[in-house]
């Protein structure tokens, strides 16, 4: 949230908008997946997860 609100901040708003979230989403979260042994053999990756995350959020908007 943070990341989204400094971005928001240096477009000049205080609203955090959804595009904030999904434009910081991978490099703040990439580093904090971790993953299951199950999800490592069927070669998930950390970036999969991420747009999935995404996509969800975009659903739910």
């Known amino acids: 949230i943070l990341g989204a609100r400094a971005r928001a ?9 959804q595009e904030d979230v ?10 904090r997946i971790l993953k299951t ?13 991420i747009a999935r995350l995404i996509e969800e959020l975009n659903n739910d908007a």
């Not at 901040?9 to 908008?17: K, P």
């Not at 999904?22 to 580093?31: D, E, K, M, Q």
């Not at 199950?38 to 990756?45: H, P, Q, R």
């Open 37 to 49: 042994f199950t999800a490592e053999s069927e070669g998930v990756t950390n970036r999969s997860i």
């Open 22 to 31: 999904i434009a910081v989403a991978a490099p703040v979260l990439r580093h």
């Open 9 to 17: 901040a240096l477009r000049g708003s205080y609203m955090v908008r």
